[in-house]
């Protein structure tokens, strides 16, 4: 957006009012002490500017205060002629513009900086039109010199409201494109003095760790509307580029039930929280449990995220552990193997495995006495229970 000196303004109304030269230069006079009046004011009666007016930026607002002023009194001074508010001079438009983009700098909202304006206009019409009245302007006058100190007012805080709002849409497509960037060189892991600095670029203050979620792009504005606002954005995923990822900070302990609530139906797949310089273990986690298709939250299935880390080792594990049954009809060696299966999970206790079977006890026995004859003393060796364990699991 062009600032607001060169952008169309919407015709105003002109407004009669005629300063005699003893007028204007009474108001000239003053013009300083009523710039240090309304600052005073805006001081007192607005909290966001009470530290606000030291050092440069307070130098910056006065500055501004006083070409408004000075403008509004070289408006109202035209020469004899009918005072156009859309005519308004370039400089203090532009100086009215440019305050507002420093104050979205500095981190102040549209509400402060239109309720500063507020409280300028108030002070500012007092003193200007008992100055205007010692001057001799009469009574009808002042009427319309009133009517065009708010009308002033107007089109300077308008200028500055759009410079508020040009910074902030600026400011923030530029901050979402340095947090996308740190968002990439997590999941590159980059190297931790790296990341400290696209952190400090991006004004993102790290929390102590980043859970991943991976969203439906659908899914994604309604989710953001829930989370953490720190929250890290990236949509670049190799293969899933019908998801978006979230690093949300600090969803760790006690905080993660909040989290699943609010994702509770977005068909969203959540990582586990990690220290925030290795979000890409969390991102990873979640990726295979989405590929794997093992539900919203992560850490419900650990055990089946685990066997099917490396899916080519589990089934040569299985082959090798099975061996012993391979000459065995089919269907012999599947139900021992699911016998076996179950033996090792409930550690033996026959009773349990008969019940989860639906067999007898003694076909338990049964079995498990072909399995002694096919593996012998390996069903009393550790490293073997394990195996067996792993690959059955």
């Given at each position: 957006?062009?600032?607001?000196?060169?952008?169309?303004?919407?015709?105003?109304?002109?407004?009669?009012?005629?300063?005699?030269?003893?007028?204007?230069?009474?108001?000239?006079?003053?013009?300083?002490q009523?710039?240090?009046?309304?600052?005073?004011?805006?001081?007192?009666?607005?909290?966001?500017?009470?530290?606000?007016?030291?050092?440069?930026?307070?130098?910056?607002?006065?500055?501004?205060?006083?070409?408004?002023?000075?403008?509004?009194?070289?408006?109202?001074?035209?020469?004899?002629?009918?005072?156009?508010?859309?005519?308004?001079t370039?400089?203090?438009l532009?100086?009215?513009?440019?305050?507002?983009?420093g104050?979205?700098r500095?981190?102040?909202?549209?509400?402060?900086?239109l309720?500063?304006?507020?409280?300028?206009?108030?002070?500012?019409?007092r003193?200007?039109?008992?100055?205007?009245?010692?001057?001799?302007?009469?009574?009808?006058?002042?009427?319309?010199?009133?009517?065009?100190v708010?009308?002033?007012?107007?089109?300077?805080?308008?200028?500055?409201?759009?410079?508020?709002?040009?910074?902030?849409?600026?400011?923030?497509?530029?901050?979402?494109?340095?947090?996308?960037?740190?968002?990439?060189?997590?999941?590159?892991?980059?190297?931790?003095?790296?990341?400290?600095?696209?952190?400090?670029?991006?004004e993102?203050?790290?929390?102590?760790?980043?859970?991943?979620?991976?969203?439906?792009?659908?899914?994604v504005?309604s989710?953001?509307?829930?989370?953490?606002?720190s929250?890290l954005?990236?949509?670049?995923?190799?293969?899933?580029?019908?998801?978006?990822?979230?690093?949300?900070?600090?969803?760790?302990?006690?905080?993660?039930?909040?989290?699943?609530?609010?994702?509770?139906?977005?068909?969203?797949?959540?990582?586990?929280?990690?220290?925030?310089?290795?979000?890409?273990?969390?991102?990873?986690?979640?990726?295979?449990?989405?590929?794997?298709?093992?539900?919203?939250?992560?850490?419900?299935?650990?055990?089946?995220?685990?066997?099917?880390?490396?899916?080519?080792?589990?089934e040569?594990?299985?082959?090798?552990?099975?061996?012993?049954?391979?000459?065995?009809?089919?269907?012999t060696?599947?139900?021992?193997?699911?016998?076996?299966?179950?033996?090792?999970?409930?550690?033996?206790r026959?009773?349990?495995?008969?019940?989860?079977?639906?067999?007898?006890?003694?076909?338990?026995?049964y079995?498990?006495?072909?399995?002694?004859?096919?593996?012998?003393?390996?069903?009393?060796?550790?490293?073997?229970?394990?195996?067996?364990?792993?690959?059955?699991?």
């Amino acid at each position: 957006m062009t600032n607001k000196s060169s952008r169309d303004v919407p015709a105003l109304s002109s407004y009669d009012v005629q300063l005699t030269p003893e007028i204007v230069a009474s108001i000239r006079e003053v013009l300083p002490q009523v710039g240090e009046d309304v600052v005073a004011a805006v001081i007192a009666e607005v909290p966001p500017y009470q530290d606000a007016l030291s050092g440069h930026m307070g130098e910056t607002i006065r500055t501004a205060v006083g070409v408004a002023l000075g403008g509004f009194l070289s408006l109202a001074s035209g020469a004899g002629l009918a005072a156009d508010v859309s005519a308004a001079t370039p400089p203090a438009l532009q100086g009215a513009y440019d305050l507002g983009r420093g104050e979205a700098r500095s981190g102040r909202t549209m509400e402060a900086l239109l309720a500063a304006y507020r409280i300028g206009a108030r002070v500012a019409w007092r003193q200007l039109a008992s100055k205007a009245v010692e001057g001799g302007m009469e009574p009808a006058m002042l009427v319309e010199f009133s009517a065009l100190v708010f009308a002033w007012i107007d089109e300077i805080s308008e200028a500055s409201a759009a410079g508020h709002a040009d910074e902030r849409a600026t400011t923030g497509r530029v901050q979402r494109q340095l947090r996308e960037r740190l968002a990439r060189r997590l999941l590159a892991e980059a190297a931790p003095e790296e990341l400290d600095d696209a952190a400090a670029r991006a004004e993102w203050t790290p929390p102590s760790t980043l859970t991943a979620v991976l969203v439906p792009n659908s899914q994604v504005g309604s989710i953001l509307a829930k989370v953490n606002q720190s929250t890290l954005e990236f949509d670049d995923l190799r293969d899933l580029d019908d998801h978006t990822l979230l690093l949300v900070p600090d969803a760790h302990g006690h905080r993660r039930r909040p989290l699943m609530k609010a994702l509770e139906g977005r068909r969203a797949v959540v990582g586990p929280a990690k220290p925030w310089r290795e979000a890409r273990v969390s991102y990873e986690r979640a990726r295979r449990a989405h590929v794997a298709g093992l539900g919203s939250d992560t850490e419900q299935h650990l055990v089946e995220l685990v066997l099917s880390a490396d899916a080519d080792a589990r089934e040569d594990l299985r082959a090798q552990v099975l061996a012993p049954l391979a000459e065995l009809r089919p269907a012999t060696a599947e139900k021992l193997t699911e016998t076996l299966r179950s033996w090792l999970l409930h550690q033996g206790r026959r009773d349990e495995v008969a019940a989860e079977l639906f067999i007898h006890p003694q076909t338990v026995r049964y079995r498990m006495g072909q399995l002694r004859d096919a593996y012998g003393d390996r069903l009393d060796d550790p490293a073997m229970l394990l195996a067996l364990t792993v690959a059955l699991g």
